[in-house]
């Protein structure tokens, strides 16, 4: 854990999780849950496959179509822009799933675009955000010093950008990880087997057993991008280091 930061958030997600571990505990769910151990593992290999390569071409894409939304050249539509993406991401993702599966059929391709498509919004809104919010003196003084547009957005603008882009990123992968299970019902795989399974059987230990991975899971990647956050973004341009 980064140094200087509240510990409060982690001693009470741990009270949360001991609190629930004792609940299963008692209430014989543990045994029914631990039935399923082999299947956990494999389904959670699937289900972090999908949000790895969802992610992966969201934070790509995002990043990218945030940089040339905040190009001088775009300020008249990228407004719009965001707006559209903003409409799109806001449709159900059962809807946008149903979608693929008419375009692409059955199968881990369609759940992929499905969960990309979902995940874009935050990178896209805040790398085109944190981009704006750079300082205009900044801008000013790099270009005074002679550099072209590109060197500006390298040495300036994506720098102290980094911090809010981030912030979109963790975001983004933490809201993949808990919208990934839906795609087992287009056939792609993942923990929602055991989630909308259990469920159809009225099986709680079976839907547990997949609720509880995919929640951990969310909480995993959330801490992950936390730390990479705190870590990889400089001093200089990171509040949670400036103390």
Known sequence: ??????????????????????????????????????????????????????????????????IWLSRPWMARWSDGVIQAVNMITSIPTLGKLALMMSLLGIGPLPAIVGLWIATLLPIIRNTYEGILAVPAHMVDAARGMGMSGNEILKRVELPNALFVIFAGVRTAMAVNVGTAPIAFLIGGGGLGELIFTGIDLQEHGMMLAGAIPTALLAVAVDFLFGQAQYWLVPRGVNPLRNF
């Open 1 to 66: 854990m980064a140094p200087g930061r509240s510990t409060l958030p982690y001693i009470v997600l741990g009270a949360i999780a001991l609190a629930i571990a004792y609940g299963l505990y008692a209430s014989g769910l543990a045994t029914d849950i631990l039935r399923y151990k082999k299947d956990i593992v494999y389904l959670a290999r699937q289900h972090l496959v999908l949000v790895a390569i969802s992610g992966s071409l969201a934070i790509v894409f995002g990043i990218a179509v945030g």
